[in-house]
């Protein structure tokens, strides 16, 4: 059997903060529903989601649709942008550029911040540089 089978879903983490029934339905039993606020969502989201393109704005270099997967955590899925912030001391070493970079994972959400921490877990489970 494949490991990369036994992972878990990056998305879920924020139906499972949300609403344990929301994430069994989504994740175990398949069940999927657009709606109105989905379908705004998916539309906000195509304006980031594109893997091939890239930029490089002074110290910060964005990717955009980046896979993230981590075995230790038993997480994968894909953050909507990543921006790579250019340090002398700590992060990891790209090739093609000097120094070190950390790695700063940004998730988009459609509507008004939640008054609780149901849209951060989404990032937070990722260290600040890998």
Request: avoid cysteine; hydrophobic fraction near 35%.
């Given at each position: 059997m494949n490991i990369e089978d036994d992972l878990l879903m990056l998305s879920g983490i924020q139906h499972m903060a949300f609403c344990e029934r929301q994430w069994a339905l989504i994740?175990?039993?398949?069940q999927w529903a657009e709606n109105v606020?989905?379908?705004e969502g998916h539309h906000l989201h195509e304006r980031v989601d594109d893997p091939l393109q890239s930029d490089k704005r002074g110290k910060v270099i964005t990717y955009r649709a980046?896979?993230?997967?981590s075995r230790q955590l038993g997480l994968t899925g894909r953050a909507d942008v990543v921006e790579l912030e250019y340090s002398e001391e700590h992060g990891v070493q790209l090739e093609g550029?000097?120094?070190k970079?950390?790695?700063h994972p940004v998730e988009y959400k459609r509507g008004k911040q939640k008054p609780?921490?149901?849209d951060a877990v989404q990032v937070s489970c990722f260290p600040r540089f890998f």
């Open positions: 994740h175990i039993e398949q606020k989905t379908t980046f896979p993230l997967i550029y000097e120094g970079w950390l790695l609780d921490d149901r």
